[in-house]
């Protein structure tokens, strides 16, 4: 299998520095090999047998397959870690036979609410909540409302289209337990943001038809690396020093930037890894996506002239999966010059084109390259990228599994609210 590899452009910056940092910080990197005792309720995921091991994977492939035989539609209730992962494979992958994917519980609008109880008319539902803390707003809320949707349409047997997932012990699996839902395990080890590789993400996953045993074949594949790539040449130590480098150069925002739609919900997922891991004590570099080509043509100008303060990581997919030959026209569109050229190689060109002027016009940039968009290398993407969070957030010094601060509008909410 082909490497997934970071390059990174020298005009801006001295490629050394970073070889110097990682054999500086190199204790970093053992700690979080050696599963740092103060983050032990937190590192679940570090093991990926632990959660994902065969016995777990076959129990959700066989609940998967028997839900596909039921439904023709599975919403996704869930919001922030419980479901960014699944979301971004499930959208960058979407496979013909299976159920249609919907999403709720990540958002509070009445009118998204009352649009897809409408659009669920006519169709098999089976839902799955999912929280770990069962008393987020969004998603307890929602599941609720299509709880009670199910009951009225179903009676008795809306309890075989629900599947919960959990901590064990919680108000949710206790609610599972009184009434017969399929229950699945939300770790106590694992937080959201990290929950991409357990029954959290994998089960939706694995509903929408995608290959979850490759998933995280290639999330175990990208462990092995990590764990025996030595400081100076470990792909994640360098990542997480090199944005560690910049922001002490006050570099104050990372735009994660690719050619490829399908890695829309991806950069949401990566967006609150980072966010949320990070941004606390004052501290953080600020992670944001950039959709281009469309986004260039409304914050490209900000990025190219606008104040020096962000730096840019490229992903970038080499297989050329898809083609489309632009035909001759009769029509004078002046657009003859593209005749004959493949869309995907316009693409390529457009996305070179930006790289080199955002490098003039200075902006750090770096390259991920990604061989395939296939389940087993969203399963690297995903290990690689939590792994390097970990390790960045040790490195800014801050603690790279909590986010305490979600709490404070919370707090307004629930006493406004009368909780
Ligand atoms: O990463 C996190 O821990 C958070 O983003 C949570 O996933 C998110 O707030 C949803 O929490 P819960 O699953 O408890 O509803």
């Known amino acids: 299998m082909k490497k997934i590899e970071l390059s990174f452009a020298d005009q801006l910056f001295n490629l050394n520095e970073i070889v110097d940092f990682t054999q500086k910080h190199k204790s ?35 609940k998967a397959k028997e839900v596909q035989n039921v439904a023709n ?5 869930g919001v922030g870690g419980s479901n960014q992962a699944a979301r971004a494979v499930i959208s960058a992958l979407p496979q013909e036979k299976a159920p249609e994917i919907l999403y709720a519980g990540n958002n509070l609008s009445a009118d998204y609410m009352n649009k897809l109880l409408k659009s669920l008319d006519g169709k098999s539902v089976y839902i799955n909540a999912i929280a770990k803390n069962f008393e987020t707003l969004e998603p307890g809320l929602c599941f609720r409302v299509l709880r009670q949707y199910l009951e009225k349409r179903y009676g008795s047997e809306a309890a075989g289209r629900i599947a919960v997932t959990g901590t ?63 400081a100076e040449e470990n792909i994640a130590f360098h990542y997480a ?37 990070e941004g606390k004590d004052g501290k953080g570099v600020y992670p944001v996506a950039g959709n281009f080509s469309e986004d260039l043509h409304s914050i490209g100008q900000f990025v190219q002239e606008g104040r ?44 070179q084109a930006t790289f080199d002027a955002h490098l003039k016009g200075g902006i750090p940039c770096s390259k991920l390259t990604i061989p395939k968009l296939d389940e087993y290398y969203f399963g690297q993407l995903f290990y690689l990228f939590m792994f390097a969070c970990y390790l960045s957030g040790k490195l800014l010094e801050v603690n790279p599994f909590d986010q305490g601060g979600v709490e404070n509008y919370k707090k307004n909410m629930f006493q406004a609210l009368g909780k």
Do not use: H
């Open 28 to 62: 970093s990197l053992d700690e979080v090999l050696g599963k740092e005792e103060i983050y032990q309720d937190s590192l679940g995921w570090l093991d990926i047998d632990e959660w994902a091991g065969e016995a777990a994977l076959k129990r959700i492939q066989d």
């Open 308 to 351: 020096r303060m962000i730096f840019e990581t490229f992903l970038d997919v080499s297989e050329k999966d898809t083609s489309l030959l632009i035909e001759r026209d009769d029509k004078k569109d002046y657009f003859d010059y593209l005749e004959g050229k493949d869309l995907w190689t316009i693409n390529k060109i457009a996305f």
């Open 168 to 230: 064990k012990g919680s108000s949710l699996y206790q609610l599972a337990l009184d009434n017969g839902y399929t229950f699945f395990t939300f770790p106590e080890n694992i937080g959201g943001r990290y929950s991409a590789l357990c029954d959290v993400g994998l089960f939706p996953m694995a509903v929408a038809g995608l290959d979850i045993s490759q998933l995280v074949q290639g999330a175990k594949e990208m462990r092995a690396r990590l764990l025996t790539e030595p």
């Open 241 to 277: 020093a090199y944005r560690n480098l910049l922001q002490l150069k006050d570099y104050r925002l990372e735009m994660l930037s690719f050619f490829e739609p399908r890695f829309q919900y991806f950069s949401k997922w990566w967006t609150q890894l980072f966010a949320e891991s």
């Open 73 to 77: 539609v599975f919403v996704l209730i």
